[in-house]
């Protein structure tokens, strides 16, 4: 290949996630496995558009519980509007569904296994409104839509590097170009890690303190290894070596020049920094790189040695402690 496939450069602003209109298709399209979403009526209507609140207008949701009086773009009707509307008469129940359908939401879904009515399927069908179906909970298919589409929502920053979930904690593997980050992460991956994002990671900040990563579409299940070029991870390796998203915690980059490492200073806590990303913090640590480093087993420890340190351990502290009690005569 002589070109990698991208979306961004190394630090790209991309502004919200749904710069390209999120249409009703592919939002069930992406959502149909995980919430095991059925298509009853509509399906015209699939290019259908969902707008997004302004941010000014934090009580405006994008999704909700069925009301004709505050009409949300994602409307739910679970067990009780589907009581509700079971409980009217036949007058009333047209009149209700007809005042829902005029406000044009972009979907409705129907939870909990509920059955449409005929009113309800033939109304879908003549507004074409995308009408779903899902035997999970109301609430559930509330809170997955809710976190998903937050994070949409919100303003993103694309990072060159390869993002993977690591003894289960998010890590960005980030280096020149040439630096063996795709390689690095085939070898991850053979050993059990999760590949979520090749090249261009796309990050947001979902709450106070929290990064989520994930990965743009077009890059999703590939990995460019130079050499082999484009490998489908899903085909080769089977779902479980994939991940949709997850918390960003730390940022390992490969350094092939030793300059940085003929400070001695270095020698004990690794050269640990701080790297913002969209106002958070995120731990980062330079890894030289050359001959002969077994990589994966050093990104894996690097991993542990993290883990550790989020608990209260610093092995570097605990060295230097032994070292002056030596010092001072006693026992190690």
């Not at 519980?65 to 509700?84: A, K, T, V």
């Not at 290894?225 to 991870?233: D, E, K, M, T, W």
């Not at 980059?253 to 400070?263: P, T």
Request: aromatic letters at 6%; one cysteine or more.
């Amino acid at each position: 290949m002589s070109a990698r496939l991208s979306v961004g450069g190394q630090g790209a602003r991309t502004g919200p996630l749904m710069s390209d209109a999120l249409t009703a298709g592919q939002l069930f399209d992406s959502h149909h496995e995980r919430l095991k979403l059925t298509w009853l009526a509509g399906r015209e209507g699939a290019d259908t558009a969902i707008s997004f609140p302004p941010r000014d207008a934090p009580d405006q949701k994008l999704v909700d519980y069925l009301n004709p009086g505050r009409p949300h773009p994602i409307q739910l009707i679970g067990r009780s509007e589907h009581r509700y509307l079971s409980s009217l008469d036949a007058t009333m129940r047209k009149s209700w569904l007809t005042s829902i359908f005029h406000t044009r939401p972009a979907m409705l879904i129907l939870t909990d296994g509920l059955e449409a009515g005929t009113e309800l399927v033939e109304m879908a069908e003549a507004t074409m409104t995308p009408l779903l179906a899902t035997p999970l909970e109301e609430l559930r298919v509330m809170e997955y839509l809710q976190y998903q589409l937050e994070g949409l929502a919100a303003d993103s920053e694309i990072l060159h590097g390869v993002f993977l979930e690591v003894l289960g904690i998010g890590v960005l593997l980030t280096g020149l170009s040439g630096a063996g980050k795709s390689e690095l992460a085939l070898e991850l991956i053979n050993r059990g890690h999760r590949l979520i994002a090749d090249d261009a990671a796309q990050f947001s900040c979902r709450s106070p303190g929290v990064i989520i990563g994930n990965c743009p579409q077009l890059l999703r299940d590939f990995l460019e290894v130079r050499g082999l070029g484009i490998l489908n991870i899903r085909a080769m390796f089977g779902d479980n070596a994939l991940l949709s998203s997850k918390r960003l915690r730390l940022i390992i980059s490969l350094d092939v020049s030793s300059e940085k490492f003929s400070d001695e200073s270095t020698r004990l806590d690794g050269g640990h920094q701080l790297r913002n990303i969209q106002g958070v913090e995120i731990p980062q640590l330079t890894v030289p790189v050359a001959p002969g480093r077994n990589l994966a087993v050093i990104i894996e420890a690097a991993v542990r040695n993290h883990l550790l340190t989020r608990s209260g351990y610093n092995a570097a502290d605990d060295f230097i402690e032994r070292q002056k009690r030596f010092m001072a005569g006693q026992k190690p």
